[in-house]
């Protein structure tokens, strides 16, 4: 069974810019959280998404942005990327609430 | 102000010995997790405790919630290099019992094991 797989894995933008990362949560996982590390900060939440819905959100500027898609899939954007941006971003799974939440293996961002 | 509050934040050790990593938060624990990572690399998921007084274990790794004290345990037995890493405790704080996937982390410890 696959795992939590997230594209790009690396990549460099420039301040202003957008970028756009994916995640491909498990096979029958409805549940995706987004989070964001840095050395500075640690592991934060950004958000969730259940069956196409925003269910919580974490305390990030509204240039952080998400959506999940029918087949559960989901995207995040960043628009006017910021050096602070550069992060480790991980997605994670789960198939409901209280069930056990598996992470990707991340996609680094660095803004330059 | 940190919510969930590891100790110790590095640990060094000699293979061959044992060491706990303690995970204490400030408000009532909804389900805790722990995780390692490697640097720069994604978590591996450890364990998940749901109910006060659970114990769970897998190959030389135990971990115990106990929710009276709002702490969590993990204990290493005959550490080896292959254990080195960043160990995290994960867990959901919203009052009500349902964190929807939102889970508070706490600051890491980096465990090194000297063969």
């Known amino acids: 069974k696959a795992g939590v797989t997230q594209t790009p894995r690396y990549l460099i933008k420039t301040r202003g810019q957008q970028v756009t990362l994916s995640c491909s949560p498990i096979s029958g996982h409805r549940s995706v959280s987004w989070y964001q590390q840095t050395p500075g900060q640690g592991l934060q939440f950004l958000f969730e998404y259940f069956s196409e819905t925003q269910r919580n959100k974490g305390n990030f500027p509204g240039r952080f942005s998400g959506r999940q898609f029918s087949n559960s899939r989901s995207e995040m954007n960043v628009s006017t990327l910021e050096l602070g941006d550069s992060a480790l971003y991980l997605c994670?799974?789960?198939?409901?609430?209280?069930?056990?939440?598996?992470f990707g293996e991340g996609s680094w961002l660095t803004v330059v | 102000s940190q919510e969930l509050e590891q100790s110790p934040q590095s640990l060094i050790v000699q293979e061959g010995k044992n060491l706990t990593i303690n995970c204490t938060s400030s408000?009532?624990?909804?389900?805790l997790y722990w995780y390692k990572q490697k640097y720069g690399e994604g978590l591996i998921f450890l364990m998940m405790l749901q109910k006060g007084g659970e114990e769970k274990s897998h190959e030389k790794i135990t971990a115990k919630l106990d929710e009276k004290k709002q702490q969590s345990s993990l204990h290493i037995t005959a550490s080896q290099p292959s254990h080195a890493g960043i160990y995290l405790c994960?867990?959901?704080?919203?009052?009500?019992?349902?964190?929807?996937?939102?889970?508070?982390f706490g600051q890491g410890t980096i465990l090194t094991v000297h063969p």
């Open positions: 408000k009532t624990l909804y389900g």
């Open positions: 994670a799974s789960s198939l409901g609430s209280r069930d056990t939440i598996y």
């Open positions: 994960g867990a959901g704080l919203f009052a009500g019992g349902t964190s929807y996937g939102k889970l508070t």
